[in-house]
């Protein structure tokens, strides 16, 4: 607990330092033509069994800290700059760094009076489902935790951001505005929790490595986004090399998620739901090979007060959709339950002010597919039913 | 004496009455500069959305807004877009912590507005009564 003791002094500094950089912002130390924007955020977990971003079983974890700051420059009206750092820790996935979280040069080739053509290159967000380009930024979404059979807090290395480029088009049409993305490029490590999925084992002594990937978006809105539809699909490749003397076979992994969104956003009341179909291919590290991962969520949030919005969302994910009831990980010598998730989820989300937000959300879970090998390194501990609570507090400029 | 206070009291009223005409609907106001044309509310939208960022004559649009708690906003947003605020907020977000895009710059109040609009070149915002003066115009679509 100690450790955790001294990191969360150190956030208090970050906050200070935050209040102040709001007052610079809107100061004359920064020309009027750039914008600085940022969100700091602090959750706490606590968990009956199984442990989830730290010691959250029989206790109470403070390790999932995010802040993050961006801004943007445009030296010319077609060009624009944009950069976001973001200091993430959580749990022993992630001990506390700080990254580029995107970091871009966005040229716009054609514009016209119903949409454009542009180009991005640099480090770009990585467009997949309603929420994952924005999905460290708090106020963008609902409840503490993203669905986890979709937006896995897992293997997030694969998900955020990658090194390359971006062609898109928007275009505003009388039945609605079309937008589509096609990026190409290398996501970011480190892939050490996508390594004890595709290996099975959290100490294989050799590497991981991303190979140039694609990701692409076509979404359809209607009316301002009171209707959103969006299709992505992404197309991922891993290689292993092991170490010298390791058992393990060098192979390639291949990862192709296809992802159907749709969402009504109405006064008070907004539907959403996801469905995903991933092919996985494990080459020589999984026994048949090959398998088909399905997970959905369905959720509704209701605006009981202005301020206040009340979430219930039930989310499922099975690792493998020919085999539920996990008869492939017991052969393995793992545990059934590790197979997939069902999650029922209730959350409460308090606009306090425009800047400050409290939530609070419980989930009760069957299954343990969504847990991290590095805060459950003993998977045999793992309960295959349990409670997970969590709060959090954020605070956006 | 009388026939200035009077004419005093007419300019006043004036500056009263160009209200929109519709319940609860904010005057969505630009810089003179910037060019009238037959916009349409899709138009109107994109321009708020922050999608479309030219006018027709190719001059960057320069967005001006109020808090998403301030009641014009609130008006604006539902009668003058036929949106919610939270589907703004929603767009305007994504755009900034995504890095795709920028959101519009944010006021304190409707007499910054007013001066943000008459100052500014190519800008757009919207006030709940649209002010007397000759640098403002009253932006019109359909």
Redesign the interface.
Same mark, same amino acid.
């Given at each position: 607990m100690k450790k955790y003791a001294y990191l969360n002094i150190n956030n208090g500094l970050v906050l200070l330092i935050l209040s102040g950089l709001t007052n610079v912002s809107q100061s004359a130390l920064l020309p009027e033509e750039i914008?600085v924007?940022g969100?700091l955020t602090q959750g706490f977990f606590h968990s009956s069994d199984n442990n989830f971003f730290g010691q959250s079983d029989d206790g109470i974890s403070p390790s999932l800290t995010e802040i993050?700051i961006?801004t943007?420059y445009?030296p010319i009206?077609r060009l624009?700059f944009?950069?976001?750092g973001l200091y993430r820790r959580a749990g022993d996935i992630d001990p506390g760094s700080i990254r580029l979280d995107?970091?871009?040069a966005?040229l716009?080739l054609m514009?016209h /009076?119903s949409g454009?053509i542009g180009i991005?290159g640099g480090r770009?967000?990585i467009p997949f489902g309603l929420y994952n380009?924005?999905r460290d930024?708090p106020?963008?979404h609902p409840t503490i935790l993203l669905p986890q059979g979709i937006y896995f807090d897992r293997s997030r290395s694969l998900l955020l951001s990658a090194d390359g480029g971006s062609l898109?088009a /928007?275009q505003?049409t009388?039945y609605g505005?079309f937008a589509f993305k096609f990026n190409v490029g290398m996501p970011l490590g480190p892939h050490k929790e996508i390594q004890a999925i595709v290996l099975g084992t959290g100490d294989a002594q050799g590497k991981l490595e991303g190979k140039p990937a694609i990701a692409t978006q076509l979404t359809y809105e209607l009316?301002?986004?009171?209707y959103v539809f969006a299709v992505s699909y992404m197309d991922l490749e891993l290689d292993y090399q092991p170490a010298a003397g390791e058992a393990m076979n060098a192979s390639t992994a291949h990862i192709q998620p296809l992802l159907f969104s749709a969402q009504y956003?109405?006064?008070k009341f907004t539907l959403t739901g996801e469905y995903n179909y991933r092919w996985n291919t494990f080459g020589a590290f999984a026994p048949e090979g090959k398998f088909i991962t399905e997970s959905w969520y369905v959720q509704g949030s209701y605006q009981v007060l202005p301020e206040l919005q009340a979430t219930v969302r039930y989310d499922v994910i099975y690792m493998d959709k020919d085999d539920k009831r996990g008869d492939g990980a017991a052969l393995l010598g793992y545990q059934r339950h590790s197979a997939f998730g069902n999650d029922w989820m209730v959350g409460l989300r308090w606009d306090i002010t425009?800047s400050w937000m409290l939530r609070a959300d419980y989930h009760r879970i069957h299954g343990t597919a969504v847990l991290s090998q590095a805060d459950n390194p003993d998977r045999q501990l793992t309960r295959p039913d349990w409670d997970l609570y969590g709060l959090q507090l954020s605070f956006r400029f | 004496m009388d026939k200035r206070i009077l004419g005093i009291r007419r300019i006043f009223l004036i500056t009263l009455i160009v209200c929109s005409p519709l319940v609860n609907a904010a005057d969505i106001i630009v810089n003179r500069t910037v060019p009238a044309a037959p916009y349409s509310l899709?138009?109107t939208?994109?321009v708020f959305?922050m999608?479309?960022?030219?006018w !027709?004559n190719g001059? !960057?649009i320069k967005v001006f807004t109020l808090?998403?708690?301030d009641p014009v906003h609130k008006d604006f947003a539902k009668n003058n877009?036929?949106?919610?605020p939270?589907?703004l907020r929603?767009?305007w977000?994504?755009m900034?912590?995504?890095?795709?895009g920028?959101?519009p710059?944010q006021l304190e109040s409707e007499q910054e507005m007013i001066d943000k609009i008459a100052t500014t070149p190519d800008s757009i915002g919207y006030l709940n009564c649209r002010p007397d003066d000759e640098k403002i115009r009253l932006f019109e679509y359909q």
């Open positions: 914008d924007h969100y993050g961006n943007a445009q009206s624009r944009a950069a976001q995107y970091g871009l966005d716009i514009n /009076e454009k991005r770009i967000k380009e924005t930024m106020f963008t898109y /928007e505003r009388r505005d009316n301002g986004g009171e956003n109405g006064e425009t | 899709a138009d939208r994109a959305t999608q479309q960022r030219f !027709p001059k !960057p808090a998403d708690s877009l036929d949106m919610f939270h589907q929603r767009v977000d994504r900034t912590f995504s890095g795709t920028i959101s710059t």
